[in-house]
């Protein structure tokens, strides 16, 4: 091991998606082959025990790059020195409780741990909010953390785009590695618009050989932004693998750049673009490169994907000014 440690935390660390993340970071594919890496974990204090049996098994995993785990109940502790905070736990929807409850429960997670990253993070600290409702959460921790630069925080929508080149490829009769530029604006909701106007296949327009509105508008966008639903309905759980597997190649592009010639979705904050108003923490495409991203500019936004996209802005509208109301940005 020639490279220092990166400190990596995970908050919900005991969860499904925690099972199936920390492997993988400890196996190299977070950061890079070459790239030593040292666990944070953060749980509820019910949840340390469990956390810990993670830890044992992760020790057996004798995985050459894991320079270290710490197992915490703090988030002051968690957040001090991190390099890489994939926020994780959150507060799910349980029966009977209203949009407003669901907000309420999840700002007081988020508002303390944006606290703690602003008070001992890393200068170079890069946050991916993958608990629900990822973009709002993103934005109520961002708000809790002045100090640090208002992009590093950014909410997870990377398994929206994965489903999105799927299900394209499926339809298209072709693989996933034949198809670039997919997009999916707005928000990690039933309103997102995964577009395929911008996207390619083999190098000519997707949009055109797919060349049926019916399939779009009732199969491919319903079946995208509903997929977490029909995960549920069919597994009994919510999706983890491949929600870790999103995490990572989410983290894996920011820190390690997106491939020429194509892009990736990321809930960011906007800077105005493409008519999103400014700070809200919307889905766009992004390319990065030397471990920051930028907003792909000067795409054609058809009077449909237009429709499509306000609908969504207008429910993360909609989310900022409740959590505003609640005081909780
Ligand atoms: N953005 C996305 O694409 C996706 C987001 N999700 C969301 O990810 C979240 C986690 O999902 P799962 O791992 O399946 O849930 P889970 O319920 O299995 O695990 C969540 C863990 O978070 C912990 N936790 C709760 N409050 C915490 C706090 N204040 N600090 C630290 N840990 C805390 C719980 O103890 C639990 O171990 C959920 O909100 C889920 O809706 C899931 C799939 C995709
Ligand atoms: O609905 C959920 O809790 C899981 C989720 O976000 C998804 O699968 O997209």
Redesign the pocket.
Same mark, same amino acid.
């Given at each position: 091991m020639t490279q220092a440690p990166v400190n990596v935390t995970v *908050?919900?660390?005991?969860?499904?998606?925690?099972?199936?993340l920390l492997f993988r970071i400890a196996s190299g594919q977070l950061l890079g082959q070459d790239q030593p890496v040292r666990l944070r974990l953060?749980?509820?204090p019910?949840?340390v025990k469990?956390?810990e049996g993670t830890a044992l098994e992760l020790e057996d995993g004798a995985f050459p790059l894991l320079a270290g785990i710490d197992i915490v /109940?703090d988030?002051k502790q968690?957040f001090d020195g991190t390099n890489v905070a994939l926020l994780?736990?959150?507060?799910?929807?349980t029966k009977g409780m209203e949009r407003g409850d669901l907000l309420e429960a999840?700002g007081?997670?988020f508002k303390?741990?944006g606290e703690a990253i602003n008070a001992g993070a890393a200068d170079d600290v890069k946050i991916l909010?993958?608990?629900?409702?990822?973009n709002t959460?993103a934005l109520i921790a961002q708000a809790h953390a002045p100090d640090v630069p208002a992009e590093r925080f950014t909410?997870? *929508?990377?398994? /929206?785009h994965n489903r999105a080149l799927a299900q394209l490829a499926k339809k298209l009769g072709t693989p996933v590695s034949d198809i670039k530029k997919m997009t999916i604006w707005g928000n990690?909701s039933a309103t997102q618009y995964p577009d395929i106007f911008n996207a390619e296949v083999k190098g000519g327009s997707a949009a055109e050989a797919v060349n049926d509105q019916n399939w779009l508008e009732n199969e491919f966008i319903p079946r995208v932004a509903k997929r977490?639903a029909e995960i549920i309905e069919a597994r009994g759980? +919510? +999706?983890?693998a +491949?929600?870790?597997n999103?995490?990572i190649d989410h983290v894996h592009d920011w820190v390690n750049g997106t491939p020429e010639g194509d892009w990736v979705s990321m809930?960011v904050p906007s800077d105005g673009s493409y008519g999103v108003p400014e700070g809200l923490i919307s889905s766009f495409p992004v390319v990065c490169r030397g471990g920051a991203y930028e907003i792909v500019q000067g795409l054609e936004i058809n009077d449909f994907s237009r429709s499509r996209i306000d609908a969504s802005v207008g429910e993360l509208t909609e989310e900022r000014d409740a959590v505003r109301k609640l005081g909780l940005i």
């Open positions: *908050t919900g660390a005991a969860g499904q998606i925690g099972y199936a953060l749980e509820i019910q949840a469990a956390a /109940d988030a968690a994780v736990g959150a507060r799910p929807r999840n007081g997670i303390p741990q909010v993958v608990g629900n409702p990822a959460n909410a997870m *929508t990377r398994l /929206d990690h977490g759980a +919510s +999706s983890a +491949s929600a870790a999103a995490a809930g």
